[in-house]
């Protein structure tokens, strides 16, 4: 499913208009984008958390030549199953 899929499902389910249930979604993802980006975690109980990690700086290496390479220190995104969510995709 894409993003216009999931407009025009929530739009059916909802009785809103495409228009504003497409509203709706992006402002539900500007404000998960928006908190994780501060440092807070998103939790939506049943589906799952979303949150900021921060990855170590590492040596890596480069396939073709094999060279080690220094791969920089950066700040990640993850995402946590909820339970609810989890359960139902393994039924």
């Known amino acids: 499913m894409n993003k216009q899929e999931l407009i025009d ?3 059916k389910a909802t009785d809103l208009s495409k228009s504003k249930a497409k509203e709706v979604i992006d402002t539900l993802l ?3 984008k928006k908190s994780v980006k501060a440092g807070k975690a998103v ?3 049943g589906f799952g958390t979303w949150k900021r990690a921060a990855r170590k700086a590492r040596t890596g290496r480069n396939p073709q030549t094999g060279k080690e390479i220094k791969i920089a220190a950066r700040k990640v995104v ?3 199953v ?3 969510f989890k359960d139902l995709v393994n039924k």
């Open 43 to 45: 939790q939506l109980v």
């Open 82 to 84: 909820g339970k609810e």
């Open 78 to 80: 993850r995402f946590a």
């Open 30 to 32: 500007e404000t998960i």
């Open 9 to 11: 499902a929530i739009a």
